[in-house]
């Protein structure tokens, strides 16, 4: 996965299909859905084309114009939240900091925790959440 970029412009356009039929089916609170977009960019492309996914979500979720970190993660009580919820947080906070590295460890360990379709459904709900909270509920 040592690939993969921040900029997720410079992204293929399946990536952005992926995404945005993962934002459409949450939108829809269609959970089969997402994992359906999820599997649809694992086939295609395997591993990594799940976590282009993913990392374009959370580029989605952070938001354009983001000034360069280092960015620290101030969650009270992150220890206590369930897996997937400190798994999106340290997620996003990886995307932020530009961190790749630290976003693939992630991806991993939430594999190899048998946990990564948990933490990919609480990502795209967090992407909605986000965007509907920026377009002022509009969404």
């Known amino acids: 996965m040592t690939d993969t970029l921040r ?18 089916s949450a939108l829809a609170g269609d959970g089969d ?49 369930p897996y997937d919820k400190r798994w999106v947080a340290r997620f996003l906070s990886a995307y932020a900091n530009a961190d790749d590295a630290s976003g693939e460890a992630l991806f991993g360990a939430a594999i190899a925790d048998g946990k990564l379709p948990q933490c990919l459904m609480t990502l795209a709900g967090s992407a909605v959440a986000t965007l509907r909270r920026r377009d002022g509920g509009e969404r």
């Open 7 to 24: 900029n997720v412009e410079a992204q293929p356009d399946d990536v952005f299909d992926d995404v945005a039929l993962v934002l459409r």
């Open 33 to 81: 859905g997402v994992v359906d977009a999820f599997d649809k960019a694992a086939v295609r492309s395997g591993v990594t084309g799940a976590y282009e996914v993913a990392w374009s979500l959370a580029g989605a979720t952070v938001g354009d114009g983001i000034v360069a970190g280092p960015w620290r993660l101030e969650f009270p009580g992150i220890e206590e939240a």
